[in-house]
């Protein structure tokens, strides 16, 4: 680790906006969050840390960035982690040359995943006893999932016997499972799930960018709650008002800049919020952020690789929720919740 940048979300003024409807916030009954503090988590706090692709920097395939992001978990162990493409990334000089190689021997998309990817999360989990829950989801840049939005989740040459035993936070939000240990998950994107109580949102293509290229803004004095917003913190919001992981129509046109894959408008019931998730995380070329929105803790890790060099992830520490309430109770995530961009 060369460095860290760190804020907490707790003392964040909540971020609101005139326009839209926002879903109703994430609830679950007093008794099961005590549950879930007491004795899944000994009353100790829930560790989630989140990368974005792409794993490799742009001078050659080893996944040296994931490589020091998986021997970190090795040493700290955290609750999970989120992983979001794109893993084989369609963007990379040696993507784009036709010119995947795993050593001297050329290989393909599928193949370089599972010798880099699969296979490192399986020695991981399986080899060095670590008890991580790692959750993965595809970009509309990666050369193993379908490249148009939304895609669902990955598949892989299988990795050894099926094991569909899942923890107990996938029981409201189950998600598909690749032929990996039972620790390694698949979610699609856009994607919904729960770690503990904690519901996560995850969509890897980047509307904040798409956003931030179409949306027509005054920066007038009659439009004063607006204005106090922070810019990222304003484009965040749009998803949240509009109940969307993909508040844009029409798609803005394909360009290198603007758009990343073609979407398909005939899914669009597959973006759609139906609750505010606590946690919602959109990977962006965008400053690495996280900040509490209208409720949500809103997060950009950054890209674990940048350029020829090594990028940023996140790390979120969310403390257990202070007793007392009956009945269904909000989570409020942002409240008790330490935001860390870290660099790799």
């Known amino acids: 680790m060369r460095g860290r940048r760190s804020g907490r979300a707790r003392g964040v003024a909540e971020l609101t906006t005139p326009t839209g409807s926002p879903a109703p916030p994430a609830q679950s009954p007093s008794p099961k969050l005590q549950e879930y503090h007491t004795k899944q988590q000994n009353n100790q706090p829930l560790s989630i840390w989140v990368a974005s692709g792409p794993y490799t920097t742009s001078d050659d395939l080893d996944y040296a960035p994931l490589k020091d992001l998986l021997a970190a978990c090795r040493k700290a162990k955290p609750d999970a982690v989120v992983l979001l493409g794109p893993f084989v990334d369609a963007d990379h000089p040696a993507a784009k040359a036709n010119d995947l190689k795993e050593g001297t021997e050329a290989v393909d998309a599928a193949t370089l995943f599972v010798l880099k990817v699969a296979w490192a999360l399986e020695k991981l989990v399986e080899s060095e006893d670590c008890p991580t829950q790692f959750i993965l989801a595809p970009a509309t840049r990666d050369l193993v999932a379908e490249p148009v939005f939304p895609q669902p989740p990955l598949t892989a040459p299988p990795l050894g016997a099926k094991n569909d035993t899942r923890p107990s936070w996938q029981d409201e939000f189950p998600v598909g499972s690749l032929e990996l240990p039972s620790q390694v998950h ?148 942002p409240a008790r919740t330490r935001a860390e961009i870290t660099r790799i």
């Open 186 to 333: 698949v979610v699609g994107n856009p994607g919904l799930f729960k770690v503990n109580e904690v519901v996560i949102g995850v969509t890897a293509t980047d509307v904040l960018f798409q956003l931030s290229s179409q949306e027509l803004f005054h920066n007038g004095r009659d439009n004063a709650p607006i204005t106090q917003m922070p810019r990222v913190a304003r484009l965040a919001s749009h998803l949240l008002s509009q109940r969307s992981f993909y508040p844009l129509f029409p798609p803005p046109a394909m360009s290198s800049t603007v758009a990343d894959a073609p979407v398909d408008l005939r899914q669009h019931a597959k973006w759609a919020l139906p609750l505010q998730p606590d946690v919602l995380i959109t990977p962006s070329r965008l400053q690495p952020f996280a900040r509490d929105v209208q409720g949500c803790l809103v997060l950009n890790p950054g890209h674990l690789a940048r350029g020829q060099g090594g990028g940023t992830f996140s790390q979120l520490t969310v403390h257990p929720l202070a007793e007392g309430g009956e009945g269904d109770v909000a989570h409020g995530v």
